[in-house]
């Protein structure tokens, strides 16, 4: 392809992604494909002479598009808000045009340098004091992955350089609640503490990890010989985006030596606004913490931000330095290459920068004051009406609710069965796209808010829906 039909073709696709946008409310939000039915649309085998793309956009009409759940819906209500705001859309494009490494600052020294000024930026904005540095991660399940990483080297003293875990006389213990998200056990596991060291602490009726009992656990593991290493609390879980007391658990951390790594995935972007700052009291005491802006704040898929405060250690654990990647530069800059896991590092950056510029701190905050506001409207409807419950505290955009019709009182059966089916008639309407979560047992339904598009009226129709197929599946 020569830069004349790029740029018809880039003409072309940019148009069509627009139409897209401007017509996204009227397609179903969840996709209605059959599976295996968009690959029975491709060849098996591939194209032996090149075949150019004169009929790209024909094609994600015909065949990508049908088998796409649309996340930037407006009636979008499903697991968590992952928008793809317009202008990180074209940081991607730029970025992928320019197709820079940023493994070390010397490969593009821009995609390093503007990772530095936007982190700042974003650490400013969400409160953090000056002893935080960022780095942008894929996502939450690798910072995590990482923090343990350094929460064992830690412990162990730099076990790794010795004969890590397997020379190591006691066996380290990972604490973290019981409503935890799965990249936790799974980080744990990958990190080698292996599952039996894993603790999954209780958690209260708001569904926050329990201190005091945390206390207990560490106590018991010690009595016993083990090695408490890490905890992990926190800020928003997924399921109902409850609030682990990050202070409580700090101190506990800090008497026994524990690394804190505070999850704030969903919840970190509300940190934006000061108000909402008191979910997390306690994370400056933390070692590390991590957020998606992908989530709620407007960068596409993927970015995560990973704060620590002993960025010295990070790079102590992460970093090689083959004599292939060894620089002039290398005392006066970061490599972001030993910040975290892979080598190759994209320039991710730019679509946090992008966003930035395009909304201001006041843009964004506007943004999450709405969509906060919306689910304490949710809320209130649903304290209000006749058999619903809300099995949730609402303290961010989520509302976990499930509906409890008198016939079926005391039959959790019948109630799942009864719930499920509500779900399905509304997202088989086509109109919002809602998810259920069991937890503590109980089957609920989750309205996750937080759509770029997503306004008041949305939120009124997905209520109005949830309500006339509960009538309906009686």
């Not at 649309?41 to 759940?69: F, N």
């Not at 928003?236 to 985006?241: L, N, Q, R, S, V």
């Not at 896991?341 to 201001?360: C, D, N, Q, T, Y």
């Not at 997905?462 to 009686?474: G, M």
Request: net charge negative; hydrophobic share 45%.
């Amino acid at each position: 392809m020569d830069v004349d039909q790029f740029r018809m073709l880039g003409h072309e696709l940019v148009e069509w992604i627009a139409a897209y946008r401007e017509r996204l409310e009227e397609l179903p939000v969840m996709s209605r494909v059959e599976p295996g039915e968009v690959a029975a649309q491709l060849p098996a085998e591939p194209p032996q002479q090149g075949e150019g793309l004169g009929d790209i956009v024909a094609d994600l009409e015909r065949v990508v598009l049908p088998g796409i759940t649309h996340w930037n819906h407006p009636g979008w209500f499903a697991y968590f808000p992952s928008n793809s705001d317009l202008a990180s859309v074209l940081a991607d494009l730029v970025a992928s045009g320019l197709g820079p490494q940023g493994m070390s600052w010397q490969t593009s020294p821009a995609a390093t340098e503007v990772e530095d000024v936007v982190m700042e930026w974003l650490r400013q904005m969400i409160g953090l004091p000056e002893s935080f540095t960022g780095v942008i991660h894929d996502s939450a399940s690798t910072a995590t992955f990482t923090a343990l990483l350094c929460a064992r080297e830690r412990t162990t003293g730099f076990g790794q350089n010795r004969g890590g875990l397997q020379a190591e006389e006691a066996p380290l213990v990972v604490y973290a609640s019981d409503q935890a998200h799965s990249s936790i056990p799974k980080a744990a596991l990958l990190a080698g503490f292996g599952a039996e060291h894993l603790r999954l602490v209780p958690t209260d009726d708001e569904h926050a990890l329990r201190a005091d009992l945390l206390e207990k656990a560490v106590a018991e593991d010690r009595a016993a010989g083990h090695r408490p290493c890490a905890v992990v609390a926190a800020t928003g879980t997924t399921a109902t985006t409850a609030l682990d007391p990050v202070g409580r658990v700090a101190d506990v951390a800090e008497r026994h030596g524990l690394w804190l790594h505070v999850d704030a995935a969903l919840a970190g972007t509300a940190m934006i606004c000061p108000e909402f700052r008191w979910m997390w009291e306690g994370a400056e005491r933390a070692d590390s913490i991590v957020f998606n802006p992908h989530k709620w704040m407007g960068p596409g898929f993927d970015l995560s931000a990973y704060y620590v405060r002993d960025p010295e250690h990070l790079v102590r654990v992460m970093s090689t330095d083959p004599s292939y990647l060894r620089t002039a530069q290398d005392g006066l800059v970061r490599n972001l290459r030993d910040w975290g896991i892979p080598l190759g590092r994209r320039f991710r950056a730019l679509k946090l920068w992008f966003v930035i510029r395009e909304h201001g701190v006041q843009g964004l905050q506007a943004r999450i004051r709405r969509d906060v506001a919306n689910a304490q409207w949710l809320e209130e409807q649903v304290d209000a009406a006749g058999e619903w419950e809300r099995l949730a505290p609402v303290p961010l955009q989520t509302v976990c609710l499930r509906h409890a019709p008198g016939a079926l009182a005391g039959d959790e059966t019948a109630l799942d069965a009864h719930n499920l089916a509500v779900v399905d008639a509304v997202n088989r309407s086509g109109q919002s796209y809602l998810t259920s979560a069991v937890v503590k047992g109980v089957r609920m339904i989750r309205v996750s808010i937080g759509a770029e598009r997503t306004e008041r009226r949305h939120v009124e129709a997905v209520w109005q829906a949830l309500c006339e197929a509960a009538a309906a599946a009686r």
